[in-house]
């Protein structure tokens, strides 16, 4: 049967679903190891598989090397575009390279390693990028850790992640602010069990850090004497990565992505998913700090050869709603990637587009994902842009997209509110409480049969129990992908939402638990509840239901603005953490359990049944009418 264009998805997904090793096998032929794997999958138990066993490889050289040695070094690898410090820079695939391979250099005099770990605290500049390249070209680990998390968040991470040597800068560059990284660094590092042995510090011209004697490198004059390292040759199984993300409680978990499922994954999906081709031009407007930034600002585009956007501003106010389509015509981008509240902020400063006076004819289409892509910012990006705008879902833990309206294989036709149908090599369900499949159009829990396709989690960093306990006990059989939502009659995938305690704050995984942990420690509480509410641009933000002491009387202004500062210090400013309300008691089961769902649906405005195991009935038309004089129902 001749493949035409309407049935290519299906057949290639169904192909990946009936026959995985086969399918698998012919992508990972299409990169250049240093063994051809032969050992495609292997399952170890009923919990784990391994992708390609027997193949080695190494991650950077696929990014750099080998498109040098294909003859493409003088070819742009990666741009740098910051308009918050006025700078443009470019880096051939030659020039990107060397700066990785001298970089590995410098990594290697400090006794880096294969299975050695590096956390990189670092701004969105390009020794970001070049630090990631330089770790994976040793067959080290890398582990960023995003700039705007707090000295807690980064030393909780340094702890698990033991690494031997931190890279980090001198400061970050917001709006109009400087942050201060090498403080934050420093009070980690002091905060933290574990001492790395040394720190590379990039100064940047805008701030001189203080650098500590015997401990701190200067990451120019490290460069400057450094002898290039070579690549070297890792087992496909070997970790490229660990990337701390929320779970529900207060640690986070650090996802663990293998190098040879990573490679072959992104390779394939820069292809069938985003219809990426050698000389590309990519932008994901996200940061390296999380895994957009590692998927699609740093490894995909490099293994697919094409020319990468590292941008280092806002969608607003750097220096104006316009700055997204600037960038795009400036660079011919083809493939823009952004979260939805990008898109909700540039709507907001500049509702009919005005500034949108740019030639986009390079630009192809529009990836949006990171939270749930509202109809109505669908509509407007459309119709502004009139390019495919395709939502596509998916997580830290998967690597890439699950779910997308593949425009490498078949654009099929769009349904706002759906990130359309399964990518192939995902297989979905969606299961009840019981782990039973439910019927089109009903909703359940998303989940994905094992094994999962390559590129996915292997496990979380030195606790593989939380991995079988947080993912696959629910359903056995399944991963267990946290999120809520449906397929309908035509088989296409819509996201409602999480089922855990992790709320997306413009487009950023954030856990309520942990900020949970933090507001009871304020000492006027007793008790205290965290939901994530409806926000217009941010899409949730956090609000706090608190409990006082008995015997304690507290201004509920002073409170907010003092669990306010303890959130920035815990967590960091990006947790969005402004809003907390004095309540008279909290909606329970008779067994305890606060109901969050009943909270978060009165914030929503949205109906709700009052469960027949609630204890206090009489608490929500309190918290309702708390909340409406406070402005929080239905704030969208
Ligand atoms: N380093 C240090 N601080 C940071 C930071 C970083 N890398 N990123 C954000 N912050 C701080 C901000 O300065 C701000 O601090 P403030 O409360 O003192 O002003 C706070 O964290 C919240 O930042 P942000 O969420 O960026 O809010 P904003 O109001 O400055 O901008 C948007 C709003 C919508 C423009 C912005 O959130 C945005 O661009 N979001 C898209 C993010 C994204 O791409 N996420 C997806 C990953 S796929
Ligand atoms: P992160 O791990 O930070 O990428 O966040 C993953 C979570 O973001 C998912 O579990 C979803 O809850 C949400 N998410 C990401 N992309 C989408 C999307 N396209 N539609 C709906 N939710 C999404």
Not at 1 to 19: F, G, I, P
Request: glycine letters at 8%; one cysteine or more; a negative charge.
């Amino acid at each position: 049967m001749a493949t035409t264009s309407a049935n290519r998805y299906q057949l290639e997904y169904q192909h990946s679903v009936q026959s995985p090793v086969e399918f698998w096998q012919q992508q990972a032929e299409k990169l250049s190891w240093y063994k051809t794997p032969r050992n495609i999958l292997q399952q170890l138990d009923g919990a784990h598989y391994q992708w390609f066993a027997d193949g080695v490889l190494n991650t950077a050289y696929l990014a750099l090397d080998h498109h040098i040695e294909q003859g493409r070094g003088d070819q742009t690898a990666l741009i740098y575009d910051s308009p918050v410090t006025n700078t443009k820079q470019r880096f051939s695939y030659n020039e990107l390279r060397d700066e990785v391979a001298r970089f590995a250099g410098v990594l290697k005099a400090l006794d880096v390693n294969p299975g050695d770990s590096v956390v990189i605290y670092m701004p969105m500049i390009p020794q970001a990028a070049i630090a990631m390249l330089a770790v994976a070209r040793l067959g080290a680990i890398h582990s960023v850790v995003f700039g705007g998390f707090s000295a807690h968040e980064l030393a909780m991470r340094i702890d698990d992640a033991q690494p031997k040597v931190v890279v980090s800068a001198s400061c970050g560059v917001e709006i109009s602010k400087l942050i201060a990284y090498k403080p934050l660094l420093d009070d980690a590092i002091a905060k933290a069990e574990h001492k790395p042995e040394r720190c590379i510090i990039f100064q940047r011209p805008q701030l001189h850090a203080q650098m500590q004697a015997g401990r701190d490198i200067d990451w120019q004059q490290a460069m400057s004497k450094a002898q290039s390292n070579g690549c070297v040759p890792v087992k496909a199984t070997d970790p490229l990565y660990v990337l701390y993300t929320s779970g529900t409680t207060g640690k986070p978990k650090g996802v663990v992505r293998d190098n040879g499922g990573h490679a072959v994954a992104l390779n394939y999906s820069m292809q069938a998913v985003y219809d990426a081709r050698p000389g590309d031009v990519f932008w994901a407007a996200s940061d390296v700090g999380w895994v957009v930034g590692h998927s699609y600002i740093v490894y995909g585009p490099l293994i697919a050869g094409c020319t990468t956007v590292l941008y280092e501003g806002k969608p607003v106010f750097t220096p104006d709603a316009g700055a997204f389509w600037r960038v795009c015509a400036e660079y011919k981008v083809n493939i823009l990637f952004a979260a939805p509240t990008a898109f909700r902020a540039i709507r907001k400063e500049d509702p009919e587009a005005a500034l949108q006076r740019y030639d986009l004819s390079a630009l192809r289409s529009i990836f949006m994902a990171g939270e749930r892509l509202d109809p109505a910012t669908y509509q407007w990006v459309s119709d502004k842009l009139g390019k495919p705008v395709i939502d596509h879902w998916w997580q830290t833990e998967t690597g890439w997209p699950v779910a997308a309206n593949l425009a490498g294989l078949t654009l099929l036709p769009t349904k706002p509110g759906s990130s359309t149908v399964p990518v192939p090599g995902f297989n979905i369900h969606i299961l009840n409480d019981s782990g039973i499949a439910v019927r089109p159009n009903e909703q359940g829990y998303i989940a994905l049969q094992l094994p999962l396709p390559p590129g996915c989690l292997t496990t979380i960093w030195r606790n593989d129990e939380r991995f079988i306990a947080g993912y696959l006990d629910t359903f056995p059989g399944y991963y267990a992908s946290g999120d809520g939502g449906y397929l309908d009659d035509d088989g296409y995938l819509f996201v409602m939402g999480r089922t855990d305690d992790v709320i997306n704050v413009a487009g950023h995984r954030l856990s309520t638990g942990e900020m949970e942990q933090i507001v009871a420690n304020h000492p006027a509480i007793a008790e205290c509840c965290v939901i994530g509410i409806n926000e217009p641009i941010k899409g949730q933000q956090p609000l706090a239901l608190v409990l006082i002491k008995n015997g304690i009387t507290v201004d509920e202004t002073i409170l907010e603005a003092e669990l306010v500062a303890m959130v920035r210090q815990e967590i960091g400013a990006l947790a969005c953490f402004k809003k907390a309300i004095i309540v008279k008691r909290l909606p329970k089961t008779r067994s305890g359990k606060i109901l969050r769902k009943l909270l978060r649906q009165i914030a929503d405005g949205s109906e709700y049944v009052v469960p027949s195991t609630i204890d206090d009935p009489a608490s929500l038309p309190e918290i309702e009418q708390l909340m409406a004089s406070r402005g929080l129902v239905n704030a969208l």
